[in-house]
Nanobody, 128 residues
């Protein structure tokens, strides 16, 4: 079965850290641009961080210096390490995979493109 499986997320206090995982089943994730997109309550889905190859990475301004996206090709997985979390980081985080997109395009205007695969989403809540 071709799918993206997400893990991680949960409740964390401001300043804390979480790591999200996105693992592909049935296809090779390294052939795809992979993005982490989030949807906060009452807001549109936005690109947080996207990676095409290890040297092609995009971060939203709001997470630069705090979040790190990385690939683990041996495990067919993309990670999002989130540090110094803020309440405004709260939302449902989705991983998505698409071929033929730059990391910047995928993250900057995700609604403009059809993704090949979506994860089911995982809730991240940053609250004291």
């Amino acid at each position: 079965q071709l799918q993206l499986e997400q893990s991680g997320g949960g409740l964390v206090q401001p300043g804390g850290s979480l790591r999200l995982s996105c693992t592909a089943s049935g296809f090779t994730l390294d052939y795809y641009t992979v993005g982490w997109l989030r949807q906060a309550p009452g807001k549109e889905r936005e690109g947080v961080s996207c990676i095409r190859r290890r040297d092609s990475i995009h971060y939203a301004d709001s997470v630069k210096g705090r979040f790190t996206i990385s690939r683990d090709n041996a495990n067919n997985t993309v990670y999002l390490q989130m540090n110094s979390l803020k309440p405004e980081d709260t939302g449902v985080y989705y991983c998505a995979a698409a071929q033929g997109l730059t990391a910047q395009a995928m993250c900057s205007t995700p609604a403009a493109y059809g993704m090949d695969y979506w994860g089911k989403g995982t809730l991240v809540t940053v609250s004291s």
